[in-house]
């Protein structure tokens, strides 16, 4: 039997990318127990509004940012979902299908309010959005491993969960030592964004870099034709 994982950090309400690489494994792990960056996806993301688009973003209290890791990231600001979902809600009123995801979005805003750790807002919207997708993948956490090399520690993971297969993303080609992985038998794979097909928004010209919310909002339960999980595309090796 083969096993495709993939393993990444958790992001705030990511684009459709993320959950793509979501929906084509069978087990999806959070790597928040790794350094805390800042004015990255972690903890922010976009929804197009002219060429800038509006940046969403979730106050974060860092101790250290150098030593900080994702999973010790808090909030410090409380009052951050309601003015996402405020921004969210006039941004998307005209949006076709924003009645029908309007009641499941709000309810992740909201109990996203009482978590104190940015990884515990992040894992509320990844999960929530997975089942609006119809995505069942497993998701679970990384749990430490005891090595400096990002590659040897993706690849331990791996092995800890009888992986056959690790999925990435393209980029990871110019940094991850394919050796490593082919040493411990498990098959390279990379996702391929090159035939994401463009879905129609509020306005022009189209933003393909913002929340997966977007393509919800605007395509409805047509998204996932939007997607590569539910067309059974190749991966790239």
Known sequence: MTKRIAIIQSNYIPWRGYFDMIGMSDEFVLLDNVQYTKNDWRNRNRIPN????????IPVRTADARSQ?????AVSDPRWARKHWNTI?????RAPHFKRYETAVAAMYERATSEKLLTGVNRIFIEGICAL????TVLSYAQPVDTEDPTERVV???Q????THY??????????????????NIELEY???SAYRPYRQLQAPFDPAVTVLDLLFNEGTAAPQFMAFASGVELDR
């Open 89 to 93: 809600s006039q941004a998307y009123a």
């Open 160 to 163: 800890s969960r009888a992986a």
């Open 50 to 57: 002219g060429r800038e688009g509006i940046w969403l973003t």
């Open 133 to 136: 997708l119809g995505i069942q």
């Open 167 to 184: 999925l990435t993303g393209p980029s990871a080609r110019n940094y991850v030592k394919a050796e490593l992985f082919e040493r411990a």
């Open 191 to 193: 996702m391929d964004y």
């Open 69 to 73: 890791r994702i999973d010790q990231a």
């Open 156 to 158: 331990r993971l791996c």
